[in-house]
């Protein structure tokens, strides 16, 4: 099984991307779906992620109130992060990750499949 994240970009501040995480041999309805990030010189953090039972999202306080996760509704097996006002600080390398437990994990170390990185560069 794969995953593979895709849409980064370079955006100027304020512009928007959408990301999306797509698997490969599987759907994501019983999944749950974390996006991470990491910029140069600084730890891995998580974004955002939602939950594989009831649809719950949880958001870093950095992102909250201009990201959105969604599951794709016609496609099952894609997740989408979008990402609005975006801001120079959001530059980094983001990941997706999934794995086949209840809830959301916010904890990297709990998922077990992980996509390629897409690059997202905020910068006029």
């Known amino acids: 099984v794969q995953l593979q994240a895709s849409g980064g970009g370079l955006v100027q501040p304020g512009g928007s991307l959408r990301l999306s995480c797509a698997a490969s041999?599987?759907?994501?309805?019983?999944?749950?779906i974390g996006w991470f990030r990491q910029a140069p010189g600084k730890e891995r953090e998580g974004v955002s992620c939602i939950s594989s039972s009831d649809g719950s999202t949880y958001y870093a306080d950095s992102v909250k109130g201009r990201f959105a996760v969604a599951r794709d509704n016609a496609r099952r097996n894609v997740v989408h992060l979008q990402m609005n006002s975006l801001k120079p600080e959001d530059t980094a390398v983001y990941y997706c990750?999934?794995?086949?437990?209840?809830?959301?994990?916010?904890?990297?170390?709990?998922?077990?499949?992980w996509s390629q990185g897409t690059q997202v560069t905020v910068s006029s």
């Open positions: 990750a999934a794995r086949n437990v209840p809830g959301a994990p916010t904890d990297a170390a709990q998922y077990d499949t």
């Open positions: 041999g599987f759907t994501l309805d019983y999944y749950a």
